[in-house]
């Protein structure tokens, strides 16, 4: 690799601030119409490359990997999400792997807390009514929806986008519990004023909302199962501004269908960018196009951290925002 100008190719369009820089730093092929690469383009890139830089959308898994060139070194990773790379084979290649953390905290928390609000009271659904002409006026029982002060927030994943929802939350009145891998230092649990539950089946069984910030991982896959989103209020509302996979969209479906839950107010899919057919239909789901991190300020964040993880892996050191393999 030649140290002052690697390789660098990037597989979707960047701010245009972000690209700029990479061209003054760096040897880089700009991918300037946004179309998504190819397995053979991604592999042809992998071949090519010093740094590849992909996002969520690109999936590096083994067969990317196994016919990449010996000069492949880095993947800085655009996103905090590295469930779509093979982190297992990329170790194994010793292809050090890196992400953006923080850089997206606050706006995915916002949005999930802009879910949170939307969903019971039927913002939605109002918005609906008066863009089809079907408004009539108040009147004292139209459009009731619930309110959340005073209700249960149960936050599954206490990570940095998990405390910054329950601070958000906390302050719009509702109490915070939480299901993490590990406890939280008891000083942050009394900040926020949240509770620890060891058993997520216990927790589920007891909140009136139910925020999904834990990362997807082989562990995580379905962690809301059938059976666990069986154990919810038939009142509870379920937001996910995480991944897709962490829940069983089929399951949640069913029961959104059933009423066996009051609603839902998701930003990811399980197999993005297929949706369901059946929750495009119901006014009780609110759904957003995976936009809870798209703020202009959050993307130059995010490419701003993949530039300095670059350009640090280049001066010989280890990048900031490595990722470990935290999973068996």
Known sequence: MVANKPRVIVTRKLPDVIETRMMELFDVQL???DKPMSVPELISAAQSADVLVPTLTDKIDS????????QLKLIANYGMGVDHIDLKYAQKMKTIVTNTPDALTEDTADMTMALILVVPRRLSEGVKLLRSGSWKGWSPTGMLGSRIFGKRLGIVGMGRIGQ???QRAKGF??????HNRHQLHVDIENKLEATFWESLDQMLARMDFISINCPHTPATYHLLSSRRLKLLQSHAVIINTSRGEVIDETALTKMLVGG????????????????NKKLLVM???????HMGSATVEGRIDMGEKVLINIKTFVDGHNPPDRVFLDFP
């Open 31 to 33: 991918n300037l119409d």
């Open 63 to 70: 067969e990317i990997l196994e016919e990449a060139g010996e």
């Open 164 to 166: 910054a929802v329950a």
């Open 173 to 178: 009145g509702l109490a915070i519990h939480y």
């Open 260 to 275: 066996e839950i009051a609603g839902a107010g998701l930003d990811v899919f399980e197999n993005e960018p297929a949706v």
């Open 283 to 289: 006014d009780n789901v609110v759904l957003l196009p």
